[in-house]
């Protein structure tokens, strides 16, 4: 059979070079990409200087670090000491996190992990299920179910445990306790989710060779499935104080508004994003008083920009630890 | 298409050289009759000049010069590291879409600098095809339009897909096993298969060239000895650059081998001599197994 | 695997360690599992009672005393405004998570803008309320009224970096084998993006758009300040628009118990919306091969 002669010519050009038209698509592609990136940057710059211009007033005439720090926010005398309004949004997310993050990544587990296969799928519906109630239905059954119903336990467990610290005294209707543990509710499903990801990416090979040894399923557990998702569940962690902290419906009706601190968690409390949502309509033609709230805006916006920069610090550090050194990878990234 | 030479392919690993002590038996290569198989379609050959590549800022690849002779097999061998697969990916400049890699030189196809100015990388892998150490089939389509896939995301028009199709199947060995079942999901299949489906796919966009970078290396032995039959029968349409850790392989499917060491070029013969009689020392630790 | 420290014989005390610990793992689950128990029992306890064909064809009436209506307007206006909110936000969101994927896997830019959306992630919604307040309506651009559009914007801005988030995770999942495959057959890489990583990716894509979407639907805070309630139905979103949360979250206040039961009719209503997103989004999800 006689070899044909390869044709590298084709159409008066060589079969190596592409029509200008089809060349432009790539970077035209590539640069809309890009312009929508930005968009997202632009939009935070724009955030932070709207927020600041408008917090302005109030922080001039308050002073910042006394805005943050005074134990006092009495807007009809035009005090603006946000303190109780901090602490109770450290105090509530802070209950949050101890009940619902160990919770949370227990039912991680035991889904991906201990639960039979036909139930594994149902298991992770009903979880996901806690997330689709919206955060005013938990405010609404939190007033009308959980407060009444739970005051008599509320009441004598203060009683029985009052020499625990931030235990004890009068139990009030709403208060830090039942923020906490509605907002525990409300962050159970992304940690849970988050981590269950986390975990469902561990090597099956990390978890046989340990298996193989003659581990048990919780020492399994133990050596192979939790040092490896360590990092991303300490995020899903921090993605759920991020959430429990700016979480403003369901807190404001059942913490019972009341901006002072209380010294235990039976009191009542107050947020920052509580206090914009109730005073808003009052603060409407006054410019101090928004002002204020914007100024706590600014503050829960802040706190969240610190909590994510330092959710990110630790998972990029807890990667590096835990990870192997890995070979480099020849990934087609954005050579051309 | 059988080969005459199958029977004597037979390179059993008991002919491999023995330990760390240094004597052994050289590599055993059978009595090949000049493979000279039956050129159906003239392939162009590849002329390195000159080869430099670099990972960010260290230089991966020394001044490379190869020729990949026409409808040959031409395997490259070496240790981990030494750049063979680099090489490989920078002949279908493949390399170049790692971030911060870049490649210098002259890849001459035929007479063509794939490296010169005005040449669009896309146009350049259509000629130069390449299969991978994972089989990669698409996961969305079927078997069908895995094969097409070349044909269908670069928009060709005026081919008949179903032609085109069963006879790339049938280049790939694959044919048979497949056809009944052609709108089945790609990844429904065992490795060996994927991995001749992706060589179908491969050569459904009538390349000219076509590089393996470790094609076997995730398979079975059966499927390894069937993809290793496929070379040898595709090498009569195209020409063929194999990256292989394996040197039992190398010596059976490739009419040359090249051996690498550190990003140089150390050796490249006829198979038989590099692993009989290698002018090289280091060439000759290597094939013995003194290292790598 | 690090240092593997040689197991122990196993004793009964190992199996009992493990035995309670699977024990106490399937008790979490359970304990977690609890308030959806209640809030869907007392959900339906208390809202079916509320449902009826009225409840859902009259316009809440506003009357102090007396009949005080149904919820269309706050139905319709919850659809109206998430699904302008959905047309913003997930072609948006979706083009980011393909830049950070396909184009910015390192580089300076793609890390600042990545690490913005995880800002964006964490911001509270009643910040991006805040923020369209005093934008768009103290700010005045396009009229300095309430307006059903700004809360969809609102709406957006909560929605952007959930489905950006999620995109880019999913993205990820797609193997670089398949665009490596695509590239080698001489595909451009717009094309390799298009019609081989985007339609990888699409059911997870999918999952992750309807899940921010249920989460709008639910949101209060955005609306508050920037659609706020309105009793009439309108579809005119540049004016007052009113909402599911929004009116749940007024009525929730009201001594009057003919209010907090249509909030509990809403409520119901509201879940059973969002239920049907989540539903759909499992069910593409289902349809993931990554």
Redesign the interface.
């Not at chain 3, 690490?115 to 910040?127: E, K, L, R």
């Not at chain 3, 639907?217 to 805070?221: D, F, H, N, Q, V």
């Given at each position: 059979m006689a070899a044909t002669t390869p044709d590298v010519r084709r159409d008066g050009r060589s079969i190596l070079e592409r029509s200008p038209s089809a060349r432009r698509a790539d970077p035209l592609f590539r640069a809309t990409l890009i312009a929508l990136a930005a968009l997202i940057l632009a939009l935070i710059a724009f955030f932070f200087v709207y927020l600041i211009n408008k917090a302005q007033p109030a922080l001039s005439h308050q002073g910042v670090l006394s805005f943050l720090f005074t134990n006092d926010w009495n807007p009809s005398k035009q005090i603006f000491g946000a303190w109780p309004l901090v602490a109770g949004t450290l105090i509530s997310a802070a209950i949050a996190l101890v009940i619902g993050v160990p919770i949370a990544v227990a039912t991680a587990l035991f889904i991906t992990e201990l639960a039979p296969r036909k139930v594994r799928s149902p298991l992770i519906v009903l979880v996901e299920l806690l997330a689709a109630v919206p955060s005013v239905v938990y405010g609404l059954w939190g007033i009308f179910v959980l407060i009444p119903k739970l005051k008599p336990a509320e009441q004598w467990f203060a009683d029985s445990f009052d020499f625990l610290p931030f235990v004890g005294g009068h139990v009030a209707g709403p208060n830090y306790f039942i923020a906490g543990l509605i907002l525990a509710i409300m962050i159970l499903p992304i940690v849970s989710a988050i981590s269950r990801e986390v975990i469902s990416t561990v090597p099956p090979d990390l978890k046989e060779a340990s298996l193989a040894l003659g581990a048990t399923r919780w020492e399994m557990i133990r050596m192979a499935v939790l040092p490896y998702s360590r990092s991303g569940i300490t995020g899903a962690a921090m993605l759920g104080l991020g959430r429990a902290i700016g979480e403003t419906i369901a807190v404001t009706l059942v913490i019972g508004n009341s901006p002072t601190i209380g010294k235990q968690i039976f009191d009542q409390g107050y947020t920052l994003a509580a206090v914009i949502a109730n005073e808003f309509g009052e603060a409407a033609n006054d410019k101090l008083h928004a002002g204020a709230l914007f100024a706590a805006g600014l503050v829960l916006f802040v706190l969240t920009l610190l909590i994510n920069a330092a959710a990110r610090g630790l998972v990029r550090r807890a990667e590096r630890s835990s990870r192997p050194p890995t070979k480099v990878k020849a990934v087609p990234g954005a050579g051309a | 298409m059988t080969d005459p030479t199958t029977d004597t392919k037979t390179m059993t690993d008991s002919s491999t050289p023995a330990g760390p002590s240094g004597s052994h038996a050289p590599l055993t290569v059978p009595e090949t009759p000049a493979r000279e198989a039956v050129v159906t379609q003239a392939a162009p050959g590849i002329s390195v000049t000159g080869l430099q590549a670099y990972y960010g800022s260290g230089h991966a690849i020394k001044d490379v010069s190869i020729e990949y002779a026409p409808n040959k097999v031409t395997a490259m061998i070496g240790p981990s590291g030494s750049g063979k697969s680099t090489v490989l990916r920078c002949i279908n400049r493949m390399h170049e879409e790692i971030p911060g890699a870049r490649a210098e030189g002259k890849v001459l196809l035929d007479d063509a600098d794939i490296y010169g100015p005005s040449v669009d990388v896309v146009a350049v892998r259509r000629a130069i095809g390449m299969v991978f150490q994972k089989p990669n089939p698409f996961p969305t389509m079927s078997i069908f339009d895995n094969v097409a896939a070349g044909l269908k995301l670069n928009g060709v028009r005026g081919v008949d897909l179903k032609e085109r199709v069963e006879r790339s199947l049938r280049g790939a060995s694959l044919w048979e096993e497949v056809k009944d079942r052609l709108n089945e999901p790609g990844i429904g299949l065992s490795g060996g298969q994927q991995q001749r489906l992706c060589i179908a796919r491969t050569i459904a966009v009538e390349p000219q060239v076509i590089l393996m970078d470790e094609p076997c290396s995730a398979l079975d032995p059966i499927a390894t000895l069937k993809i290793e039959e496929l070379i040898d029968d595709l090498k009569q349409r195209f020409t063929i650059v194999i990256v292989t850790h394996n040197m039992q392989q190398a010596a059976r499917v490739a009419d040359t081998t090249a051996f690498f060491l550190a990003g140089e070029l150390i050796e490249h013969a006829p198979t038989n001599d590099v692993f009989t009689n290698p002018s090289d020392s280091r060439t000759e630790e290597y094939v013995t197994g003194k290292f790598g | 695997?690090?240092a593997?420290t040689a197991?122990a014989p196993?004793t009964g005390r190992?199996?009992a360690?493990?035995k309670a610990?699977?024990g106490?793992?399937?008790a979490?689950?359970l304990?977690?599992?609890v308030?959806?128990v209640?809030?869907i029992y007392?959900?339906l306890k208390?809202g079916l009672g509320a449902w009826s064909w009225d409840f859902f064809t009259t316009d809440p009436t506003g009357n102090f005393l007396g009949d005080q209506g149904g919820i269309k307007s706050a139905l319709l206006g919850t659809i109206e405004m998430v699904l302008l909110a959905s047309l913003i936000a997930i072609p948006?969101g979706w083009?980011?998570g393909?830049?950070?994927v396909?184009?910015?896997?390192?580089?300076r830019?793609?890390a600042?803008?990545r690490?913005?959306?995880?800002?964006?992630?964490?911001?509270?919604?009643?910040?991006f309320g805040?923020?369209i307040y005093?934008?768009l309506v103290?700010?005045g651009w396009g009229g300095s009224s309430f307006a059903g559009w700004k809360g969809s914007i609102a709406l957006a801005?909560l929605m952007?970096?959930v489905v950006?988030r999620s995109a880019e995770v999913v993205l990820l999942l797609v193997?670089?084998?398949?665009?490596?495959?695509?590239?080698?057959?001489?595909?451009?890489?717009?094309?390799?993006?298009m019609?081989?990583v985007l339609?990888?990716a699409l059911p997870g894509l999918i999952t992750g758009s309807l899940?921010a979407v249920?989460?709008a639907?639910?949101?209060?805070?955005p609306l508050?300040?920037t659609a706020t309630i309105v009793n009439a139905t309108t579809f005119n979103l540049g004016d007052r628009m009113n909402s599911l949360?929004v009116q749940?979250?007024t009525d929730?206040g009201s001594p009057n118990d003919q209010l907090?039961q249509r909030?509990?009719g809403a409520?119901l209503t509201?879940?059973c919306l969002?239920?049907l997103t989540?539903l759909v989004a499992?069910l593409a999800s289902r349809r993931s091969?990554?």
């Open positions: - | - | 695997m690090s593997t197991l196993l190992r199996k360690t493990d610990m699977r106490l793992l399937a979490a689950t304990v977690a599992l308030p959806l209640l809030v007392y959900l208390k948006i083009g980011v393909l830049y950070l396909e184009y910015g896997r390192k580089g830019f793609a600042t803008v690490y913005f959306v995880d800002v964006m992630t964490g911001v509270p919604s009643i910040v805040l923020f005093v934008t103290l700010g801005l952007l970096p950006t193997p670089d084998g398949l665009r490596e495959a695509a590239l080698a057959l001489g595909t451009p890489r717009w094309r390799v993006t019609k081989v339609p990888t899940l249920a989460r639907a639910g949101e209060t805070a508050l300040f949360p749940i979250y929730v907090v909030a509990w409520a509201l879940v969002i239920l989540t499992r091969r990554l």
